[in-house]
């Protein structure tokens, strides 16, 4: 369990700096914007690295907190599709995906980890993802509170692009690459 709680430190650590030193933030991209950009993609894999093998390691052993409901899993697929769809949406031009929900990539987030604590009850999963709820829900807030403008929609077709990749990536994750990737077929 440890390995998971210092790679969730070091990831969400890393992501979170906006939220608790945007001063230094921004002073590190304005003195040289690559190598913020390189430490941060460096710490954030590292951190990336470390949650996964954590996780495997862990989950085997970690005991009950609770059962999740018996519809849970079902409402963990269709939340996971929809964090796909937002993903897809998140990158890219704006469409009205983007322009309307503003942080599609938060959003998502929260409804992957949220999905996955009505699908999963054991500790190492409610550790992983419950820091990821928590996290996102804080950045959410932060990234509200600097009241930047709604994105104007620039390409109307970003929208089905979003739809379609985030299914496709669903679809992928959910027939095989999960099970590859983490050691769990979320179809059971």
Request: charged share 15%; aromatic share 2%.
């Given at each position: 369990?440890?390995?998971?709680?210092?790679?969730?430190?070091?990831?969400?650590?890393?992501?979170?700096?906006?939220?608790?030193?945007?001063?230094?933030?921004?002073?590190?991209?304005?003195?040289?914007?690559?190598r913020w950009k390189g430490l941060y993609a460096l710490i954030a894999g590292l951190g990336f690295v470390l949650i996964i093998l954590?996780?495997?390691a862990a989950r085997p052993t970690a005991p009950q907190v609770y059962d999740p409901p018996t519809w849970g899993r079902h409402a963990a697929m269709g939340l996971v599709w929809i964090a796909f769809v937002l993903l897809a949406g998140s990158n890219g031009p704006v469409g009205r995906i983007k322009a309307t929900v503003r942080h599609p990539m938060l959003l998502g987030t929260i409804a992957w980890a949220g999905g996955h604590l009505l699908a999963n009850g054991d500790q190492a999963s409610v550790i992983l993802f419950g820091a990821f709820l928590a996290w996102a829900?804080?950045?959410?807030?932060?990234?509200?509170?600097?009241?930047?403008?709604?994105?104007?929609?620039?390409?109307?077709?970003?929208?089905?692009?979003?739809?379609?990749?985030?299914?496709v990536l669903y679809a992928v994750f959910v027939l095989g690459l999960h099970r590859l990737l983490f050691g769990v077929s979320p179809t059971g």
């Open positions: 369990m440890t390995i998971l709680i210092l790679g969730l430190v070091v990831f969400l650590g890393v992501h979170s700096v906006r939220i608790v030193a945007a001063p230094l933030r921004d002073g590190q991209i304005a003195a040289n914007e690559k954590g996780w495997i829900i804080l950045d959410l807030i932060s990234a509200l509170n600097r009241k930047e403008p709604a994105p104007v929609v620039t390409k109307p077709i970003a929208d089905l692009i979003a739809l379609v990749a985030g299914t």
